[in-house]
Each structure stands twice: as C-alpha cells, then as structure tokens.
C-alpha cells in the first residue's frame, strides 16, 4: 500500500507539473522531481511537495529517467555530456550526440547537471574552530573556506585555511595557506592539473612560499565508495622569508596521491600526500601531509578533525624541519 500511494502521488505530479526526472529504487518505490548532481554515491534531487533538497544514497537506484543533459563520469575513466534514460533495472542509456552507450547503474561515479546560470555551478564549505587552554591562557583559532566550480570538463578550486595561536610568554603562531587548483578531466581517469598555493608560517620563518605548478595524474581506482589517484608534476617555488638575506627561489619535481573514502554511512576520511624532491637545491626534500575525518550531521552541517604535517629537510636557519597543526571544528556544505 505504501508503494502504490507514493507512486500514485508522484504520477500526480508529473501531470500537475509536467516532464521531470524519475527515480526507481529497490524497494519497489519512486520519486519523481529534479536530479540535480551525485558524487561520492549521493545523489541530490529537489522535489516541488518539499522545501528541502533530498539525500538520495545512489546504490540504492534501478532505474532513472532524466531529462536534462549532465556531464557523466564513469567507474572506468569514461566522460560524457547528455541524457540518460533506463529501460530495464540496474541498465542506464546515456545518449550523447548521435551516439548511444548502454551501461549499467552501478558503473556511473558522478553527475552533475550543466546549469545555465553561472551561479549554480559553485558548491563549497567552511568551517571554524576554537581551542581555549587555562594553562599559559593558550587560544587557538582555525577557520577553513573552500569553494568550487563545475562546469563540463573542468572543476576549478579555490581553498583557505589560517590558524592564529595565541599563548603567555611564547610568540603567537600565525600560518596562513591558500590555493586556486584547476582540472581537467580526460578519457580512462586522466586529468591535467594546475596549481598555485601560497604558504605563510610563523613558526617556520616562512614570511611566504608562492608556488606555482603542473602535472597529469590518473585515478587509479574510482568508485562509489572512494577514489585512489596520484600524479606528477612540476613546480617552481618563490620563498620570502623574515629575514630577506635567505630569500630564494627553487624547482622541484611533484609527486602526490589521495585517497578519499566518502560512502562510509555518515563518515568522510581523505588522505593526501605531496612530496617535492628539489631538482635545483642538492639533497633538498619537502612533504606536506593532510587527514582529515568528518561526521555529517543534518542540514548539511558537519564536524571535522584534521592534521597537516609539513617537513622540510633543509629548513630556514634554526628553525624546525617539522611542522604540524591539529584542528577540530563545525562546520556548513554549500551545495547548488
């Protein structure tokens, strides 16, 4: 009875509203509104007998009819631009141009509609913590903001993460890191990269680390319930540091991995490494290291823990050759 009465209510408003998206799921029940993106196996889809978008976990569809067109990413590295349309349970056509492809469910990793307006094609997040410590009056502050364009073949990163120490008879610590990151994505899960990031740290000597870079990388496993990628490049580093008789400029050979396990209940795990074997400074090399853990709670809000190590081998005088900030926080998803 369930299943016929919310059939029946979703046929009603296909007629009330005309031509939408379709969904069928293995309970035999479907839901009929407007799909509007999935990744990391959550599909968003905006009804009009709701105020609020739904969270739709993507193994849990058969069969979907979409009218819209959307850039398509496949288990196996494939990419399209077009509609897609099940005639039969766990089996999707995607039609793009004269061309028709049948796969099944299961294999699609990510959609995500071409909007019109420029707007809609941002998502994002940020978050803020605070630590207060009674001994030595200590107060830490973190905040962390990141946002994103998706258009067909490229998405375009923009992040900003500070800390500010403040503690009794110690010098506040003051680190700032930001990066506008670009990608371009191929056939068999290749993609082209481009990077400029900025380091600002305290308790490094860094007064800033301007480095610009690119490279090609591929994901070598991809899924959804996580993806394993990694890459190589190039980079130039631009290093000023407090005291200006050290400044000095370097080339350095990149080489990063990720891994990002995000179909985990409520749960989100990513792990990146980056290495920077000097090519212009003998014996010179430099890690960053970031993990972060974060809980999904309702309304789009989320709790997080995180640690980013940095190591240089050939550091700034006296200073440390490891370098580490452990934050925890609460946090908003922007979603389009």
Not at 11 to 37: A, H, R, W
Not at 177 to 204: I, M, V
Not at 248 to 261: C, D, G, R
Not at 267 to 280: A, D, E, Q, R, Y
């Amino acid at each position: 009875m369930k299943c016929f009465l919310l059939s029946l209510f979703s046929l009603f408003y296909i007629g009330l509203y005309g031509q939408k998206d379709t969904l069928y799921f293995k309970n035999k029940e479907m839901m009929v509104g407007e799909v509007k993106s999935m990744s990391n196996n959550i599909l968003i889809a905006e009804t009009k007998y709701s105020d609020q978008d739904f969270k739709i976990e993507f193994d849990k569809v058969v069969k979907l009819i979409l009218v819209n067109k959307y850039s398509i990413y496949l288990v196996d590295g494939s990419s399209f631009y077009g509609t897609l349309k099940s005639n039969k349970d766990n089996e999707v056509t995607i039609t793009y141009g004269d061309t028709i492809q049948d796969v099944s469910v299961n294999k699609i990793v990510s959609l995500n509609k071409i909007e019109s307006g420029f707007w809609k094609h941002f998502t994002g997040s940020f978050d803020f913590g605070y630590n207060f410590a009674k001994t030595n009056n200590s107060e830490q502050l973190t905040f962390a903001l990141q946002l994103n364009y998706i258009s067909e073949k490229w998405i375009h990163t923009i992040k900003y993460d500070e800390l500010q120490t403040v503690q009794d008879d110690v010098e506040d610590i003051e680190r700032v890191d930001w990066e506008l990151d670009t990608k371009k994505y191929y056939r068999n899960n290749w993609f082209f990269n481009s990077n400029f990031s900025f380091l600002s740290n305290t308790s490094q000597s860094i007064k800033g680390r301007f480095s610009p870079s690119f490279g090609m990388g591929n994901y070598l496993v991809r899924n959804n319930k996580l993806y394993f990628l990694a890459g190589a490049g190039l980079t130039y580093n631009i290093e000023k540091y407090f005291d200006s008789t050290n400044d000095k400029n370097s080339f350095e050979l990149v080489l990063n991995t990720q891994l990002n396990m995000f179909n985990f209940k409520d749960i989100n795990i990513n792990t990146s490494v980056l290495m920077f074997p000097s090519l212009s400074e003998k014996g010179r090399f430099r890690t960053d290291i970031d993990f972060s853990f974060k809980y999904d709670l309702p309304l789009d809000f989320y709790i997080k823990s995180s640690i980013s190590v940095n190591y240089d081998n050939q550091p700034f005088q006296d200073t440390e050759k490891l370098d580490y900030v452990f934050s925890t926080g609460f946090g908003w998803k922007l979603k389009h």
